[in-house]
């Protein structure tokens, strides 16, 4: 980040027309992402929505409550605009990209096995980290995949510890038994490559390809300095492999929501994040991140457009 | 509410392509705006932000941390587009008017009386009720005028009991000793008029014209099935003299935020309100309203625009 254009945006923050601080998180949100796009007066005119897809070998154990073929169909509807975050990311004037990862080659059973093999994960970080547009402005980054929160609690558990059951949710909508058994693979998971290595190993060994693509463009937009709003559970779980290699790698970062999937508020206290809404979603496709960009763009839209004190003529500046 | 409408958005928010109740409140928020608009597959094209200014005669008591000559200069830099609400509004694609409501006649001092005459109270009620466009299909109504947490604290103890102490709060920065000065302020107007009758009484008692003028807005949009996202503190006070009235009468509104100030969150649980944001603004103005505007919005984007699962080919429906 840009401290000159930090301490630029926090001194205009300080004399707009409103009682000191009255704007909320609305006033520390503009002056981090002023820091981070190195602009002490940033507007935002790009928001780029990423929806990544995949597959998951670990669908096999039946731990999701829809079939697999459920996320070629869901590509095709993001492609023909009918999902809900083509609506979201039109309402937010983001663009919205789709990208499918290798969708008829699902990743391993990590039940038995590694995921993805290093190439594999090489691969899909690579493709997310091409994905991003170097002129956005802002970045979003969602994924649909059939089974994904499955390896995104192992993710979970082996980067943070405690008990599989901590960590593993009902997804999109599984029943107790249903739970249980999720719970055993996510279990099975971590017994098996919980103990492997740092976040990047972790993330191969356990993850999927949409996952690693996340992580990749989140990485991709630090170097580009363009702020990301996180979504959901799984972008958390794609975002905490990067936190367990370097420290400050989500200081780009801002949780945008927190879903109602059971973990996620749980990982986003692990990585220091407080979410910007909270409205019981539990989608992915990026939906509460896009859902985010609003408020966002309107703190911006504030620091950018309000007057002065001096220059409304207002008194107690 | 229209039950058809209702029935209608239900049924095809059941058949869009997520699993059910993925899109959490806001699939609660569209049937809600569809109900109220009798609209099965409703669309927000022209919402519409009204703030209303007032000048209180309780701030001879030194209840605020800004002079009263700042509720004109504000109103000016409403009319000349500089205030967070100019902006939050344009964000939002909401057009924005502004009522000053006899600013060189304050409300009397409640401590020694009726803030306002009936006269007075039935004029502020109409200008509120007059100052909703029929043709908006989404109301926030805001206020501005230095010193009315004051008198909105007086109302909620009035109307819903406790101590001053449980409903008196910072507004826009007092420090310990004036926050005990507005407490005292605030406990002598509900030993004045706290019993004197229901919550137009007490509305016209210890309240103030742009309070009154919120409560008409909000009552006209209710004949004319206009919903209405709540603000802040001052805005749930007025919201609560009706509620006060008539127990369904603010059915067709909803909570746009949490407000910093503390007793707000006390008033939304009386109203039974859950907050769609909780931000930490404490700016008034209407701006947590019209930030609430975009959630809206989205939600009734994905509600009209989604494919069914049908539509789109996708297993799961």
């Not at 027309?17 to 949100?29: C, M, Q, S």
């Not at 869901?74 to 492609?79: A, D, I, K, L």
């Not at 690693?212 to 990485?219: D, E, L, P």
């Amino acid at each position: 980040p840009d401290n000159a254009a930090l301490q630029g945006a926090a001194d205009r923050n300080g004399q707009l027309t409103k009682p000191p601080g009255a704007l909320g998180r609305l006033e520390d949100l503009v002056i981090w992402y002023a820091a981070w796009r190195g602009d002490s007066r940033p507007q935002i005119s790009a928001p780029q929505v990423i929806v990544f897809a995949g597959n998951h070998g670990v669908t096999a154990q039946g731990v999701s409550a829809f079939p697999p073929d459920v996320t070629v169909q869901m590509v095709m509807n993001f492609e023909h605009g009918g999902a809900a975050i083509n609506q979201l990311a039109k309402a937010a004037g983001a663009t919205m990209d789709v990208h499918a990862l290798e969708l008829d080659r699902p990743t391993a059973d990590f039940t038995a096995g590694p995921a993805m093999t290093e190439d594999e994960l090489l691969q899909a970080l690579r493709t997310g980290w091409e994905a991003v547009d170097p002129k956005a402005d802002l970045l979003v980054v969602g994924e649909m995949g059939i089974g994904n929160t499955t390896p995104a609690a192992a993710i979970a558990c082996a980067l943070f510890g405690g008990k599989a059951a901590d960590w593993t949710g009902r997804g999109t909508g599984v029943d107790d038994a249903g739970l249980a058994n999720k719970t055993r693979v996510v279990a099975e998971g971590v017994a098996l490559h919980g103990d492997s290595g740092d976040g990047l190993e972790i993330l191969g060994r356990l993850g999927g390809r949409e996952i690693a693509a996340m992580a990749g463009a989140i990485a991709a937009a630090r170097v580009l300095r363009i702020p990301v709003i996180l979504d959901g559970f799984i972008c958390a779980a794609a975002a905490a492999c990067l936190a367990d290699v370097s420290a400050g790698a989500l200081d780009h970062t801002v949780a945008g929501h927190q879903s109602a999937e059971s973990a996620h508020g749980a990982v986003l206290d692990k990585l220091g994040k407080q979410p910007l809404l909270n409205l019981g979603l539990r989608l992915g496709e990026g939906s509460g991140g896009a859902l985010a960009i609003n408020i966002l763009k309107s703190a911006v839209a504030c620091h950018s457009g309000m007057a002065t004190f001096a220059e409304a003529g207002v008194s107690g500046g």
